[in-house]
T-cell receptor
Framework: SQQGEEDPQALSIQEGENATMNCSYKTSINNLQWYRQNSGRGLVHLILIRSNEREKHSGRLRVTLDTSKKSSSLLITASRAADTASYFCATDAGANSKLTFGKGITLSVRP | DTAVSQTPKYLVTQMGNDKSIKCEQNLGHDTMYWYKQDSKKFLKIMFSYNNKELIINETVPNRFSPKSPDKAHLNLHINSLELGDSAVYFC????????????FGDGTRLSIL
């Protein structure tokens, strides 16, 4: 079965608001990554957090990881219309392992 | 300059035909991948090559055959296309195996009539 499960499946917010997306997984991981996919385009890597890290920032992005709950959250602050996209979490179990993607969250930011 | 480029972008063909998708990366990466994304956006790995050597081969019908002539190229050939093969196929690359961020192409949308 799929390793990562994001929620909500769809999120609609107003420009300027914060967007929080969650990802849960089932087995132990080495790293967790978040990707963005704009309509008709490939996935773009946003941020990677290692299993021994609890929080990471990159610009307007903040990612947390709770390995005891097997969950991660992606927070986008001060959202913009250009943030409208699908967001995926992906996990791996270590070197030479594959990357397993969740089902994705569709974020719509209304101008 | 496009980092990971795949051709064609769209492929419409009849059931039973054979088709190929090409992928090239100019990032100097050692590892390349093929993923399949279905209509519900579920993304699943199909194959992975590291320095032209096959390292991941998921449960994919043997009608799908990847080929890596060099580490900058990974092509995907599909024989006897079926309706269920309709999907978007993504090529990706990363500096090494496993845990590093991957760079994706913009996909090839395959439609089987």
């Amino acid at each position: 079965s799929q390793q990562g499960e994001e929620d909500p499946q769809a999120l609609s917010i107003q420009e300027g608001e914060n967007a929080t997306m969650n990802c849960s997984y089932k087995t132990s991981i080495n790293n967790l990554q978040w990707y963005r996919q704009n309509s008709g385009r490939g996935l773009v890597h946003l941020i990677l957090i290692r299993s021994n890290e609890r929080e990471k920032h990159s610009g307007r992005l903040r990612v947390t990881l709770d390995t005891s709950k097997k969950s991660s959250s992606l927070l986008i602050t001060a959202s913009r219309a250009a943030d409208t996209a699908s967001y995926f979490c992906a996990t791996d179990a270590g070197a030479n392992s594959k990357l397993t993607f969740g089902k994705g969250i569709t974020l719509s930011v209304r101008p | 300059d496009t980092a990971v480029s795949q051709t064609p972008k769209y492929l419409v063909t009849q059931m039973g035909n054979d088709k190929s998708i090409k992928c090239e990366q100019n990032l100097g990466h050692d590892t390349m991948y093929w993923y399949k994304q279905d209509s519900k956006k579920f993304l699943k790995i199909m194959f992975s090559y590291n320095n032209k050597e096959l390292i991941i081969n998921e449960t994919v019908p043997n009608r799908f055959s990847p080929k890596s002539p060099d580490k900058a190229h990974l092509n995907l050939h599909i024989n006897s296309l079926e309706l269920g093969d309709s999907a978007v196929y993504f090529c990706a690359s990363s500096p090494g195996q496993g845990t590093q961020p991957q760079h994706f192409g913009d996909g090839t949308r395959l439609s089987i009539l």
